[in-house]
């Protein structure tokens, strides 16, 4: 079946520091990638997502690339910023005839500090 | 703003009682979602409903039913409720069906049982 592995949180980092949070996804066929992000209290939003092999997609200083080969979509940011904080989830929709719902990871939380 | 309404934003009530919440997606987005979260469980998917007809079905309960009415907005209704019913409850839309399309998020419905 398809399935979404994130790494465990909560991941605490000081403010510049170096993100990367793990993301590997089990599915048949083409599935479609996506990170969305859920601020304290407000509901989840789309940070970015790619939709075929080697796709990188970014957003807000953030990126993911699609790798089939691990099948990976790691989500890293070069320095992160204390408004950063939030849980991010990994996502993955999968191949067309499925329809369009999402799987979801775990999610993990992050907590950066000034 | 992701163009997702969800109403009530929050919600109490007791075990063994019935709730509606609503949905409306964005303009002119045919595919509602709905998901649960809840912190044992993460983010389920529920069910999807696309242009009216349901298209694909999740983790709901029996308990659970939902509906896509002609102007596209949807209903979840939650019966015989019970105290692990509590959890938020998210309305998503997309433009079709399909897995490729970006799916955008309501803020939620908090529903608390007692």
């Known amino acids: 079946g398809n399935s979404v592995t994130q790494m465990e949180g909560p991941v605490t980092l000081s403010e510049e520091a170096f993100l990367t949070i793990n993301c590997t996804y089990t599915?048949?066929?083409?599935?479609?990638l996506f990170w969305y992000v859920q601020y304290p209290g407000e509901g989840l939003q789309l940070l970015l997502k790619?939709?075929?092999?080697?796709d990188k997609g970014s957003n807000k200083g953030f990126e993911a690339t699609y790798r089939k080969e691990t099948t990976s979509f790691h989500l890293e940011k070069g320095s992160v910023q204390v408004s950063d904080s939030a849980v991010y989830f990994c996502?993955?929709?999968?191949?067309?005839?499925?329809?369009?719902?999402?799987?979801f990871g775990q999610g993990t939380e992050l907590s950066v500090k000034p | 703003d992701s163009g997702v309404t969800q109403t009530p934003k929050h919600l109490i009530t007791a075990t063994g009682q019935r709730v509606t919440l609503r949905c409306s997606p964005r303009s002119g987005d045919l595919s509602v979602y709905w998901y649960q979260q809840s912190l044992d469980q993460g983010l389920q998917f529920l069910i999807q409903y696309y242009n009216g007809e349901e298209r694909a079905k999740g983790n709901i309960l029996e308990r659970f039913s939902a509906q896509q009415f002609p102007d596209l907005h949807s209903e979840l209704n939650l019966s015989s409720l019970e105290l692990g019913d509590s959890a938020l409850y998210f309305c998503?839309?997309?433009?079709?069906?399909?897995?490729?399309?970006?799916?955008?998020f309501g803020e939620g419905s908090w529903l608390t049982v007692v």
């Open positions: 599915a048949t066929g083409y599935p479609s």
């Open positions: 790619a939709t075929k092999a080697d």
């Open positions: 996502a993955l929709s999968p191949s067309e005839n499925q329809g369009g719902k999402l799987i």
């Open positions: 998503a839309s997309s433009r079709d069906g399909g897995g490729r399309n970006t799916i955008y």
